[in-house]
């Protein structure tokens, strides 16, 4: 059986599987799913399967009502809001792990107030069974810092890692957890400062840790990257590029080791944030591959069959043929709208056919850009004395003739007219309306002049 990456993923009763930002536990052959859920009260929902394809909703272990018991620590107790709203906590990046010494199931997230980022807590919850009711035990800040995305991570010898970006996202700090894992031992370790890290993920392999992280750019996909080390509290390598240069969509959730009798592989699993509709957001289960002891690598697969008992992972792969065209205010070419013709820049949507684009090549290197929605091609004319692009039908007109040139940057590419030798330009001052206008040199302008090019993952939107 194959699991399907790039479409909604949906639970045994046809639900919608709602473990944004989650973690998985095995527990007694089940594989325990922990995510976050912003339906309702709703704050922590769980699953579990037997084959990492069928997933049993088992119930909404953490919700605005859940019980609160203090720890002997001093946290914050309010989980619900005390105002009329009643909107509650924002829950984020839920991690679950068991302590051998208490017997408990043990919760780590991300505290939110409801109406900003402002706060940036850690909050801690706890069950006696992993996917029973879990208790509230407040929120605070780690040794007095901000946190904000976090991971869980215990290592070979017991000891428990929480790791949370803190100053505003500019730093990832490590801190060694107590030895029930309910409170902040140290803090041993800041990584990368000021390079503004979120989304960290964890695994040990061969003795070589691995971490890897998101940049910061909301809900919308940038590249990821990893980075290795002998121990957590060492020196930790600079950052490499994982995946593409929106890792495939994707937003690293966790890590999951697969064990099997022949081998050990790894699934990457991310969450892929729709910008446009939140309870839209999918997930991917990736394959990361070892070229050697410090190397990762990540590639698309559209469906990934995962054999438990030996622990090998087959994909399957097939290129779509389409593409995105995104420019570097995270706005992506769209239609704009029915009997416009024009171009605009809009908010990423994966429901949205008219976000994809085809390149049809053309003779000399060149190429047409085909909408897919609506079959017309990318062409500048004129609107109002401007150099607006619009779309017209397919001619041999060199207008609609157009060439990538690809910058330093992976996938990064200026986009230029045949016929005029000027070059995609994005206005924000008219409402996103694509131009074409001449190259420009300076720093500001080339930025609306740079476009990044990515290829569409996964099952083709409705029409």
């Known amino acids: 059986m194959f699991i399907t990456n790039g479409t909604l993923w949906k639970d045994t009763s046809g639900q919608p599987v709602h473990a944004h930002g989650g973690s998985m536990i095995r527990v007694d052959g089940f594989y325990y799913w922990f995510g976050e859920n912003r339906s309702g009260r709703k704050r922590v929902s769980c699953y579990r399967s037997a084959n990492l394809r069928d997933w049993e909703f088992r119930g909404d272990v953490l919700t605005l009502d859940s019980p609160f018991r203090p720890m002997d620590i001093r946290t914050d107790p309010k989980l619900a809001s005390g105002d009329e709203s009643g909107t509650g906590a924002n829950i984020e990046r839920p991690k679950v792990v068991h302590n051998p010494v208490t017997g408990q199931y043990v919760m780590w997230m991300h505290w939110e107030n409801g109406r900003d980022y ?11 069974t992993v996917d029973g009711d879990y208790v509230y035990r407040g929120s605070f800040n780690p040794a007095g810092h901000m946190s904000r995305d976090c991971t869980l991570f215990v290592d070979d010898d017991g000891t428990a890692y929480f790791i949370s970006a803190a100053r505003d996202n500019a730093d990832l700090h490590i801190y060694r957890l107590s030895e029930d894992f309910l409170s902040i031992d140290e803090h041993v370790k800041t990584l990368w400062p000021g390079q503004y890290r979120e989304a960290p993920a964890m695994l040990k392999r061969n003795g070589v840790y691995f971490l890897i992280t998101s940049g910061c750019t ?3 996909p940038n590249q990821g990257k990893y980075a290795y080390a002998d121990r957590i509290t060492g020196r930790w390598s600079r950052l490499y590029d994982l995946g593409g240069p929106t890792t495939y969509d994707t937003q690293p ?13 790894y699934l990457y699993i991310g969450d892929r944030w729709d910008p446009s509709d939140y309870h839209r957001s999918s997930y991917s289960a990736l394959p990361l591959e070892f ?13 990934v069959h995962i054999d438990l008992h030996s622990g090998r992972v087959e994909t399957r792969r097939k290129q779509s043929g389409l593409w995105r065209i995104r420019n570097g205010s995270h706005r992506y070419l769209t239609p704009g709208g029915e009997g416009d013709n024009r171009i605009a820049a809009r908010r990423l949507s994966y429901a949205s056919l008219s976000q ?10 060149f ?4 909408n897919r929605a609506c079959g017309r091609y990318l062409e500048p004319q004129q609107h109002n004395g401007a150099a607006e692009v619009a779309l017209a039908e397919r001619s041999d007109r060199t207008s609609q003739q157009w060439r990538i040139v690809e910058e330093e940057k992976a996938g990064w590419c200026i986009i230029r007219n045949r016929l005029t030798g000027n070059v995609l330009t994005w206005n924000r001052n008219a409402d996103g309306i694509l131009h ?5 040199s300076d720093r500001d302008g080339r930025h609306a002049q740079r476009f990044l090019l990515t290829e569409h993952y996964g099952e083709l939107p409705a029409m």
């Open 118 to 128: 402002h706060a940036a807590r850690c909050a801690v919850a706890t069950c006696d």
């Open 218 to 220: 909301g809900w919308e």
């Open 367 to 370: 190429v047409r850009i085909q």
């Open 356 to 365: 994809l684009w085809v390149l049809e090549p053309a003779d000399g290197g």
């Open 253 to 265: 959730a966790f890590v999951l080791p697969i064990h099997g009798a022949e081998t050990t592989s």
């Open 291 to 303: 070229p050697d002891d410090r190397t990762l690598v990540l590639h698309w697969a559209d469906a």
């Open 436 to 440: 074409e206008e001449a190259l420009r």
